[in-house]
């Protein structure tokens, strides 16, 4: 079997000073190349492993061909997102975890396939995306993240009219305001939402549900309603100092830097642009923060985590970029003061840690070492340790059930709330989670709502 071909990707002495895109992407004879790996399995455990079941050996087949229309549309019969999947899922968890190739050697690289698919159609201008015949049926999205994005596109194909709603004065959720320009560029995640536009969705901006509306208003309007608002609540320490100048939540950090553009010369945006910069956490939102704080034009960059890399949420990948890059990893401590002068962030007080039993997680747990305490310096620090979704909606609706986390309560099997024709999925329900699992949630969604108006 052929050795896994390579992603092109620049340098990271030079990457590492701006946000332009990471990984370059398979050109045509690289993914040729890398499609002549699939085996093309009668029984693909690969598309088991998919959160929307995309097709996976009849779209590399068509690669493997030099047939990129048909790729592309193969894809689009799931994934209505392909060009964001390609470069965000965590593939190496999930179908290509399930690889047959790989247990003999490393799977195939079906991310970056999907991807040069996705990318061949920009670029082509290849877009298949037309108004379905109208059912006169309505639909209305509350978050325009991933999982109301494919919620809306699912239902515009089988002719409802769909409406999203967006608190925020961009479309793209998380898409927009949490993934960096260097790993998402976000004129790609603009023509995924052209498309729905071309296919009849309605999106409307600054509506904040829950205070704009209400779901009881939107109920009145529509046949049904999907919550998709994501989990935009951060979660802090509550240690000593967190108040200080120079403390950020990582929702607000990477907002400002992403949605706001605090990364452009002539921004307005107000961020500080700090030269020792402390990220608290080991998820992909931590490495995003670290990554764009040294593009920000950080000298030193640490990522503070109780683990060690070994368990560590974030992504392989993201974390070998963010050690090429510079990133310095502090392993095995954890805060417990967050130093000031003069009301400004001047350090942090961590303490060493050791790892001992398995927890609820499988995780090895860890302790404190006593009397370990030492200090890093920094003038910033970014609490990058999960977030919750914000109570405005379910307080303002308390006929949606949530759990102890304020975790919306589904049906599993048809994500239908305790409220009779409410919907939700995505980080509203599961809490902060990935893209494609958000996704799966949206087409689960999509098809109950369709069922069920079949129904009357």
């Known amino acids: 079997m052929a050795e896994r071909v390579k992603v092109p990707e620049r340098d990271a002495n030079i990457r590492n000073k701006d946000f332009f895109e990471v990984n370059i992407g398979y050109n045509a004879a690289l993914a040729k190349a890398e499609a002549s790996r699939c085996l093309n399995c009668k029984k693909p ?51 290509e975890k399930a690889c ?5 050697g490393k799977s195939v690289a079906i991310g970056a396939l999907e991807r040069f698919a996705a990318d061949w159609a920009l670029e082509n201008k290849y877009d298949t995306a037309k108004k379905a015949t109208p059912n006169g049926k309505k639909a209305a999205i509350v978050g325009s993240g991933p999982a109301g994005l494919t919620c809306a596109g699912e239902l515009a194909r089988k002719g409802f009219e769909v409406t999203v709603y967006e608190a925020l004065h961009e479309a793209g959720g998380v898409l927009i305001y ?47 309603v999907f919550v998709g608002s994501g989990a935009g609540l951060p979660k802090f320490m509550n240690i000593p100092g967190e108040n200080l100048i120079g403390v950020y939540s990582a929702n607000e950090y990477l907002s400002r830097v992403n949605l706001m553009k605090a990364y452009q010369k002539d921004s307005t945006t107000p961020i500080k642009r700090g030269k020792k910069v402390a990220v608290v956490g080991g998820g992909n939102v931590a490495m995003d923060s670290a990554r764009c704080a040294l593009r920000l034009g950080a000298d030193e960059v640490h990522i503070i985590y109780r683990r060690t890399q070994k368990e560590m949420p974030a992504r392989v990948e993201e974390v070998h970029h963010a050690i090429e890059e510079g990133v310095i990893f502090d392993e095995l401590c954890s805060p417990i003061e967050i130093l000031g002068e003069d009301g400004r962030v001047s350090g942090l007080t961590c303490q060493r840690m050791e790892l001992g039993e398995p927890d609820s997680s499988g995780r090895r747990s860890p302790v404190v070492i006593k009397g370990s305490e030492f200090i890093i310096e920094a003038d910033t620090v970014v609490m990058a340790i999960g977030t919750t979704p914000n109570p405005l909606l379910s307080a303002s ?17 048809t994500m239908e709330s305790k ?37 009357k």
């Open 45 to 95: 455990k690969c598309v088991e492993g998919c959160p929307v079941g995309v097709p996976i050996p009849q779209f590399i087949s068509a690669i493997k061909a030099g047939d990129y229309k048909a790729a592309i549309d193969i894809i689009k019969e799931t994934n209505s997102l392909p060009a964001v999947c390609g470069r965000v899922c965590p593939q190496e968890e999930q179908c």
């Open 100 to 104: 047959i190739v790989g247990i003999k």
């Open 178 to 224: 949490g993934i960096p320009e260097f790993r998402l560029p976000k004129k790609l995640v603009s023509k995924e939402i052209d498309s729905l536009k071309t296919m009849g969705v309605i999106f409307v901006k600054n509506a904040l549900i829950g205070k704009t509306l209400t779901i009881q208003e939107l109920l009145a309007q529509n046949d049904a």
């Open 397 to 413: 609706c308390p006929e949606l059930s949530t759990n102890k986390w304020g975790c919306i309560i589904v049906n599993e099997e």
């Open 419 to 455: 409220l009779d024709r409410v919907y939700a999925g995505g980080d509203a329900v599961t809490g902060a989670a990935t893209v494609i699992l958000a996704m799966g949630a949206g087409k689960i969604a999509a098809k109950a709502i369709i069922d069920s108006v079949k129904d």
